[in-house]
């Protein structure tokens, strides 16, 4: 259904509806600029995230941010932004464009929450994500190890408390698999948002649901049929042979949605998990219109 955004053509003034947490335009044309709503802001020797001339047929607006990951000198960047105060349920809109040749990528854009919340992101990964210190869900483009094409399928990689550890022994982050795996064209730009709803403390019904360019993609939550757990995730599937329990985000009522990440990471690793042998030296994508809320924004609605 629509959501905010069709209340706000073009998004004009969408940044006072009283459930909007923060917007992002790239407008100002600065980086500078960006300051004042953004907690921390990764740009390895000022070569990473750059305001360019370019914008999706829906922006009203003429700019957007370019991030270029380039193997051997950094990889990639991001952008961070801590809600305060926490929340139990957020929506992120983001428009993104990948290169004509996007190869794959390591990890990308997402909710999360710590406890108590920070103004960056914290290092944690392989490590169990305890229910009283911190939760994350972020949307990201997966291969699949070299079976899908680049940049990959749509995917949720997840930490929570009721994550399934790995083969090794490690706890890496859950994939969450849509049906049918849809993955982003590349070369296009691309309506992406993610809602994160945390659970009633001492249940299991906490959601997660994904909207590419409108369409509701998936929902995850209490019932949902799965195909099988594996140490790795499942995909979601209509026929599929488990029925989930429910997202146990969260053990204490202090832990909560506490940021926003628009991030866009990079490593060799990635390339050689999908079995590419001679990597791109750089890797880059586009972003836009960014809108994160408590309530569904939904794609640019046109002006009339």
């Keep these: 259904g629509h959501g905010l955004a069709q209340k706000h053509p073009g998004d004009a003034s969408i940044e006072k509806h009283p459930a909007v947490l923060l917007v992002e335009n790239f ?36 700019k957007c941010l370019q991030v270029t990951a380039t193997l051997g000198e950094n ?20 428009y993104v464009k990948f290169a004509e040749d996007a190869p794959y990528l390591h990890h990308f854009s997402g909710l999360g929450g710590y406890n108590p919340p920070t103004n960056w992101p914290q290092g944690s990964a392989g490590k169990h994500a305890a229910g009283d210190t911190r939760f994350s869900a972020r949307i990201e483009p997966n ?5 899908l094409p680049a940049p990959g399928g749509w995917m949720f990689y997840t930490y929570w408390n009721d994550m399934k550890q790995s083969a090794d022994g490690g706890f890496w982050g859950n994939g969450l698999w849509p049906e049918g795996r849809p993955g982003p064209p590349r ?21 997660l649901a994904l909207w590419l360019d409108g369409k509701l993609t998936t929902h995850i939550g209490p019932g949902t049929k799965t195909g099988k757990w594996t140490g790795e995730g499942f995909q979601v599937g209509k026929d599929g042979e488990s029925t989930f329990e429910g997202f146990r985000w969260r053990t204490v009522p202090e832990l909560a949605v506490s940021y926003f990440m628009l991030s866009h990471y990079v490593t060799e690793n990635a390339y050689r998990q999908n079995n590419i042998a001679n990597p791109p030296k750089t890797n880059r994508v586009w972003f836009d219109d960014i809108v994160v809320a408590t309530e569904y924004v939904g794609p640019i609605h046109p002006n009339p």
């Design 27 to 62: 407008e100002e044309g600065t980086l500078e600029a960006l300051k004042p709503r953004w907690n921390e802001i990764e740009n390895k020797d000022g070569k990473v995230l750059e305001i360019v001339n370019d914008h999706s047929e829906a922006s009203s607006g003429s």
């Design 75 to 94: 990889t990639g960047g991001h952008l961070f932004k801590r809600l305060d105060p926490i929340q139990t349920r957020v929506f992120s809109r983001f």
């Design 143 to 147: 291969g699949s190890y070299g079976s």
């Design 187 to 207: 070369g296009q730009w691309q309506c992406v948002e993610i809602m994160v709803k945390c659970n009633e403390v001492g249940k299991s019904d906490g959601e």
